[in-house]
């Protein structure tokens, strides 16, 4: 199969179905009972979360978002989350153009550092992007 | 020297100068150049950040910030950051009750969990607050 060159752009409403089914194939969240509209408006009101999509042949085979905080002594950091590429397309470096995209973001957000969290065989993954080991991630479920 | 309690309140902006004063006991940044006014409307206009100050004998003595998140799929999450603990009074649990100040702000944001990044001298602080080790954390500079 010959594939079409990935673009990518900011999330739309309508994208939010196809982007569910992706982010399933990281961790399965039924959201079946979830209202749309109302899930939305809660994302999009919280401005500090920017969305995109990554788009191959007219389809949606990629997602991921940076979130962008202002931290009390004025500095800007961005925090990379919720990546997936469609596991039918991997292997393809679409990860890492995705990555590279939401570097940009953080960018021109002024952020002067970008973490983010992975599990350890991601690690050479997000090396190639510039990222280094900083720390420990921790989890409390509530 | 007895200490009174500890109590801890939202921040104020009449709390910065003392706020920075103790972040840069974790890490020093010039702000004697920040505008104040400025960096405190940034901060407060990015209402996913929630910062508390602790209070020992009307003096600020600790901060802590949650980052609250609203997801794509109508999950709450949020990032702890920014925890410090004036030198002068560590060794009391004043960080432990930080923490869990912390966690009810997250339980009443209706977060489903609380993520933050340590080193690894400190895991066994916040193991006293039921976080676990989840997973690595990687930095980039910009």
Redesign the interface.
């Known amino acids: 199969m010959i594939m079409s060159k990935v673009s990518f752009r900011k999330?739309k409403k309508s994208d939010?179905n196809d982007?569910?089914a992706l982010?399933n194939q990281l961790k399965k969240?039924d959201?079946s009972d979830?209202?749309l509209d109302?899930?939305w408006d809660?994302?999009i009101?919280?401005?500090?979360?920017n969305?995109i999509v990554g788009i191959v042949d007219s389809k949606i085979i990629a997602h991921g978002?940076i979130?962008?905080?202002?931290?009390?002594?004025?500095?800007v950091a961005g925090?990379i989350?919720?990546i997936v590429v469609d596991t039918e397309v991997r292997g393809k470096m679409i990860g890492v153009k995705l990555i590279n995209e939401l570097?940009e973001i953080?960018?021109k957000n002024n952020?002067?550092?970008?973490?983010?969290?992975?599990?350890?065989n991601l690690?050479n993954f997000?090396s190639r992007?510039?990222?280094?080991?900083?720390?420990?991630?921790?989890?409390?479920?509530?």
Chains 1, 2 share one sequence.
């Open positions: 999330i939010l982007v569910f982010l969240i959201t979830l209202d109302n899930s809660q994302f009101q919280n401005n500090s979360s969305s978002s979130i962008i905080e202002n931290k009390i002594r004025g500095e925090h989350e919720d570097i953080g960018k952020c002067y550092r970008i973490t983010l969290f992975c599990k350890e690690i997000y992007s510039g990222f280094k080991v900083n720390s420990v991630s921790m989890k409390r479920y509530l």
